[in-house]
């Protein structure tokens, strides 16, 4: 079964600093990676994805995040936070190797960046 | 719009009463997913269409809740007899997601927000 776990349920950040939002997965083989971002009374939005290939993905927004397979993580990342990424942030997974086509998500990290 | 589109978006129903949640997802896409999203939480899978195929349905939660996507475009997802606990966030998405191109993202419509009084 797949699985994904973030770690942190709030994140507090300061305008202009580096931004980290936790993920780690679990899936039988090699998985598909996906980070959504909510704001509210709004729908998901995709940011980037992870698929195969470069570790380091590069998303909307400045966005990125890096595939760490020993490590099972998948963790989201921006140099500079600015007070408009305050949203609410999902890691998903899926396991093609599994037949599934469904997205695991994540309960959410909720980001604050404070100005 | 170019979006998935999700009707109505904020359903007040009482318990006991029948609902129909419409999505209208993005034209050409295939696939077809609804997510039930309790408050605080993420997304959880109901159920997956492929055209007008109800491929995977293991994420519904009772014999309630019934999809159907006749024509593998428009999709409806009812729930009979509603009771409290179906109170949540509903998503459609859709995606070019096919057995040959699982890599792909999904896309989200902003939901229909249910209440069960």
């Known amino acids: 079964a797949q699985s994904v776990a973030q770690p942190e349920d709030q994140v507090n950040v300061a305008e202009g600093n580096p931004l980290t939002v936790k993920c780690t997965y679990s899936?039988?083989?090699?998985?598909?990676l996906f980070w959504y971002v909510q704001y509210p009374n709004r729908g998901l939005q995709f940011l980037l994805k992870y698929i195969t290939g470069d570790n380091l993905v590069k998303g909307s927004y400045g966005f990125e995040a890096e595939f760490n397979k020993s490590q099972t993580s998948f963790h989201l990342k921006k140099p500079s936070a600015l007070v408009s990424d305050s949203a609410l942030y999902f890691c998903?997974?899926?396991?093609?190797?599994?037949?599934?086509?469904?997205?695991?998500f994540g309960k959410g990290t909720k980001l604050s960046v404070i100005p | 719009g170019a979006g998935v589109s999700q009707s109505p978006r904020y359903k007040v129903a009482k318990r006991g009463q029948d609902v129909a949640l419409r999505c209208d997802p993005i034209s050409g896409h295939v696939s077809l997913f609804w997510y039930q999203q309790a408050l605080g939480q993420g997304p959880e899978f109901l159920t997956y269409?492929?055209?007008?195929?109800?491929?995977?349905k293991s994420g519904l939660p009772s014999d309630r809740f019934f999809a159907e996507r006749p024509e593998g475009s428009v999709s409806t997802l009812k729930i009979q007899r509603t009771q409290q606990e179906d109170s949540a966030v509903y998503l459609c998405?859709?995606?070019?997601?096919?057995?040959?191109?699982?890599?792909?993202?999904?896309?989200f419509g902003q939901g229909t927000r249910l209440t069960v009084v």
């Open positions: 998405a859709s995606s070019l997601v096919t057995a040959s191109s699982m890599n792909t993202e999904a896309f």
């Open positions: 269409f492929q055209n007008e195929a109800q491929l995977d």
């Open positions: 899936v039988s083989g090699n998985p598909y």
């Open positions: 998903a997974v899926r396991d093609p190797g599994a037949g599934s086509y469904q997205l695991t």
